[in-house]
């Protein structure tokens, strides 16, 4: 007797039933923002260089500094890469693999810097490494990255002078800050000596050479004073001396990590505040107003990117995201927000290239790739790995905010080896 049809049966070929259950797990990658193909790709063509990448996961460093002297600074950046890191598997992840994350702390120690990134390269095969904020750990980094073809997406401002295949640089170079603040400075604030400050390690004593060449060489202005003190210092009475001797128009300052508190509490003791001393910086956002205070930091100004004050739908829900996690207190900063960059344009790069090997990540990294929903507004990354961004000049609010007073009216190109400045 023949057995009697089912329902499956009759209504369509059991290959039909399988090639529309294929379309519809398709679909539903595309409805959770993946491409189509995302789930289709076997291991064997997604990792042909045996990173950290199986069916399911895909494994990702960070590096930075969560103890020490920069850990005021570089919280915020992992805050903000777990969050992209979070929403990014919350979609279905990269090439239908969720995210792993391991984790590792840099101590403020740029030896330490270069060995963890080692361990995450050699020993973890990570795929890529969200890290470093100085711009001293990533030089302690950066031939170990070569070396072993690791990638790494930087999210800090920095002087510029370096393009590598294996770094994105998320965060802002001179031309997009220095140039721009010093030549803010001179037309809306008419200032022609300056005084010059900074932390003593790679970074602010490069950036300080930049600013020296453009002030003289460019504004034909005079540098009156140029001072760095160590990281970690807490002690600048003789240089509150030596400002009010030399009566600089402008004090401009790279004094980073939690020697800014210390140094802006000595600026108010010494009388020199923001109604009386222009001062523009190049390393205080929101994460080191959390320390310095808006009281000591009223009326100054800050060079950068993106504070968290600005108004577009892109930055609305990135705010509303960060507090929901982190809390309703939390802040954020100009490298948080480029740090929160950083995953989702990996992604961007990973989905466009159809694979997690480095070279094919950085070659379609070069092909323009974009971002229209950054937090501070659209921003496309450039073929010399640096990202075209606009540069803001804010000042300090009692509050601890700060107010927008200068936006670039266009994108910046990114110049990392401008003409008369090396």
């Not at 659209?378 to 905010?401: E, Q």
Request: with cysteine; net charge positive; hydrophobic share 40%.
């Amino acid at each position: 007797m023949k057995k009697p049809a089912t329902h499956q049966d009759q209504s369509v070929p059991s290959t039909d039933i399988a090639r529309r259950r294929l379309l519809q797990a398709m679909g539903a990658a595309s409805v959770a923002g993946l491409p189509a193909w995302a789930g289709a790709q076997p291991t064997a063509q997604v990792n042909t260089t045996k990173l950290a990448v199986t069916d399911t996961e895909v494994t990702v460093g960070q590096l930075h500094s969560s103890t020490g002297t920069m850990a005021i600074s570089e919280t915020g950046s992992i805050q903000a890469e777990q969050l992209a890191i979070d929403q990014i598997n919350a979609m279905g992840g990269i090439l239908g693999r969720k995210i792993k994350v391991i984790k590792e702390d840099g101590a403020s120690d740029w030896p330490t810097f270069a060995e963890k990134s080692k361990k995450l390269l050699i020993n973890d095969r990570c795929a890529a490494v969200f890290g470093c904020w100085t711009s001293a750990s990533r030089k302690a980094v950066l031939p170990v990255f070569e070396k072993e073809n690791g990638l790494l997406y930087y999210p800090t401002f920095y002087e510029g002078l370096e393009q590598s295949k294996n770094v994105i640089y998320t965060g802002q170079e001179a031309t997009q800050q220095i140039l721009y603040s010093l030549d803010w400075a001179q037309k809306e604030k008419k200032a022609k000596t300056f005084f010059l400050i900074g932390s003593d390690y790679i970074w602010p004593r490069t950036s300080m050479k930049i600013a020296r060449k453009h002030i003289e060489n460019f504004q034909k202005g005079k540098v009156v004073g140029e001072e760095y003190y160590p990281l970690g210092s807490t002690n600048f009475g003789s240089l509150m001396n030596k400002i009010k001797v030399q009566k600089p128009d402008c004090i401009f300052t790279a004094v980073v990590g939690g020697s800014n508190v210390a140094f802006y509490k000595a600026l108010k003791a010494a009388g020199i505040t923001g109604d009386k001393q222009l001062l523009v910086t190049l390393s205080v956002t929101e994460d080191e107003m959390t320390g310095v205070g808006g009281e000591n930091f009223a009326g100054f100004y800050s060079s950068m990117k993106y504070f968290q004050s600005l108004e577009n739908e892109n930055n609305k829900k990135f705010v509303t995201a960060f507090k929901a996690k982190y809390g309703k207190d939390a802040v954020i900063g100009d490298v948080t927000q480029a740090g929160y960059l950083g995953p989702w344009l990996w992604k961007a790069a990973v989905e466009k290239a159809k694979s997690f090997d480095v070279d094919k990540v950085v070659a379609a990294s070069r092909t323009g790739i974009e971002l229209t929903t950054a937090p501070e507004g659209y921003v496309k990354l450039d073929p010399n790995h640096h990202l075209w961004s606009k540069s803001r000049i804010a000042m300090g609010m009692p509050d601890a905010t700060f107010k927008v007073v200068s936006e670039s009216p266009n994108l910046i190109k990114p110049d990392p080896f401008p003409k008369g400045y090396q």
